[in-house]
Antibody
Framework: QVQLVESGGGVVQPGGSLRLSCAAS????????MHWVRQAPGKGLEWVAF????????YSADSVKGRFTISRDNSKNSLYLQMNSLRAEDTAVYYC???????????????WGQGTMVTVSS | DIQMTQSPSTLSASVGDRVTITCRAS??????LAWYQQKPGKAPKLLIY???SLESGVPSRFSGSGSGTEFTLTISSLQPDDFATYYC??????????FGQGTKLEIK
């Protein structure tokens, strides 16, 4: 079945780094753009970053620009989020999500992973 | 950036009620709007895309309408499984996607 499984979350000190992974299965990963979305405890959803199906275009939210980098390895059906210079306000559940359409994703997010928790604290 | 504003923030209703949630965009997004349902501790689930298209497998009691800057999600007859938080999301711009702040649907 179509599935996304995140991993790599944990507790990290302010200023530290963490790399999240998202393993995809059940669909042609290399044909779809992918996103990271986060949700701080008790708060709403915040889009974090997008990567086009072929990795040629990447976009990120202003709140993470210059600190977070989205990437993918289509040979491994995997999506990544490298998070550097982490701050307390980056504490959240991080979800990977699949774009329902192709190209630059003028479309909804139709498949979501279960999320991985990142806690930034000293 | 396009801002999305949902109302109300909290809605109390009973099983069998018809409920409507509103989402307003700060500028026209045509029909590039989705609705998601999220239950505690779970990932969001896509309900509606392109403002009014029902995602496969979603019950027909859910419907969406609107275009431009004003949109609604309607649940025609609330079921116990529908009590959750609902989010709208615009995807007009591929470089910036925005969610509404959420509407928590509670049991009256």
């Amino acid at each position: 079945q179509v599935q996304l499984v995140e991993s790599g979350g944990g507790v990290v000190q302010p200023g530290g780094s963490l790399r999240l992974s998202c393993a995809a299965s059940g669909f042609t990963f290399s044909s779809y753009g992918m996103h990271w979305v986060r949700q701080a405890p008790g708060k709403g959803l915040e889009w974090v970053a997008f990567i086009r199906y072929d990795g040629s275009n990447k976009y990120s939210a202003d709140s993470v620009k210059g600190r977070f980098t989205i990437s993918r390895d289509n040979s491994k059906n995997s999506l990544y989020l490298q998070m550097n210079s982490l701050r307390a306000e980056d504490t959240a559940v991080y979800y990977c999500a699949k774009c329902a359409g192709g190209g630059d994703c003028y479309d909804a997010f139709d498949i979501w992973g279960q999320g991985t928790m990142v806690t930034v604290s000293s | 950036d396009i801002q999305m504003t949902q109302s109300p923030s909290t809605l109390s209703a009973s099983v069998g009620d018809r409920v409507t949630i509103t989402c307003r965009a700060s500028q026209s997004i045509s029909s590039w709007l989705a609705w998601y349902q999220q239950k505690p501790g779970k990932a969001p689930k896509l309900l509606i895309y392109k403002a009014s298209s029902l995602e496969s497998g979603v019950p027909s009691r859910f419907s969406g309408s609107g275009s431009g800057t004003e949109f609604t999600l309607t649940i025609s007859s609330l079921q116990p499984d529908d009590f959750a938080t609902y989010y709208c999301q615009q995807y007009k711009s591929s470089s910036s996607y925005t969610f509404g702040q959420g509407t928590k649907l509670e049991i009256k």
